[in-house]
């Protein structure tokens, strides 16, 4: 079985400034699919950023990217140029290749200040 | 693009009721899921559709949960006698056929639930 493990529970950045978010992740899958989700007060989720396992280039999606280290497990997300819309809840989510189920972290609260 | 849509918002039921919630994914989505998510918590896999088969569940599904998707379109998660232990955001996701990771999962609002 997976586990995925988010040991931030709570984290807040000044508006404009840089946070990263911290994920590891445990399984004995070769190839895998890493996910970050976005949970905003509204509570739908949206998928922030992807990343294949077997691609060493690390994601970027526009402020968003992502470290990922595959032999440490590890697959963090770091947002640049923070706003207050990226206050929300934010998840690290694992699928195994061709698989159906996302496994999901505890989440890591996230406050942007003004 | 409508988005999915979960009914009803907020349910309050006695313990010991059954409830039913319904989702109705995005049109062309033929791939359904369920997922519970506590408070502060991150969603938990409940079930699986493709189609109107259900081809995964989860141990967490026990047997006074049952979910169906008849048509294939829309889908209802129903849970006979109700336990305080159910309260929780119970979220819907459709995707598109294809791999799971070239078509991400879309989620609903959610239906949250209170057992009192």
């Known amino acids: 079985a997976q586990t995925v493990t988010q040991s931030q529970p709570e984290m807040s950045v000044q508006e404009a400034e840089t946070v990263t978010l911290s994920c590891t992740y445990d399984t004995s899958e070769n190839n895998y699919y890493l996910f970050w989700y976005k949970q905003p007060p509204s509570r739908q989720m949206i998928l922030v950023i992807r990343q294949e396992a077997y691609k060493q280039q690390n994601a970027t999606e526009n402020r968003f990217s992502v470290n990922f280290q595959k032999a440490a497990k590890s697959f963090s997300l770091k947002i640049s140029d923070s706003q207050l819309g990226d206050t929300a809840m934010y998840f690290c989510a694992f699928m195994k290749d061709a698989g159906n189920m996302l496994t999901f972290g505890g989440g890591t609260r996230l406050m942007v200040k003004p | 693009d409508t988005g999915v849509s979960q009914n009803p918002r907020h349910k309050i039921t006695k313990r010991g009721q059954n409830v039913t919630f319904r989702c109705d994914p995005i049109s062309e989505h033929n791939r359904l899921y369920w997922y519970r998510q506590t408070l502060g918590q991150g969603p938990e896999f409940l079930t699986y559709?493709?189609?109107?088969?259900?081809?995964?569940k989860s141990r967490l599904l026990s047997d006074r949960f049952s979910a169906e998707r008849p048509k294939g379109s829309f889908s209802t998660l129903e849970i006979q006698r109700t336990e305080q232990g159910d309260s929780a955001m119970y979220l819907c996701?459709?995707?598109?056929?294809?791999?799971?990771?070239?078509?991400?999962?879309?989620f609903g609002n959610g239906t949250r639930l209170t057992v009192t």
């Open positions: 996701a459709s995707s598109p056929e294809g791999s799971s990771y070239n078509s991400p999962l879309h």
């Open positions: 559709f493709q189609n109107e088969a259900q081809l995964e």
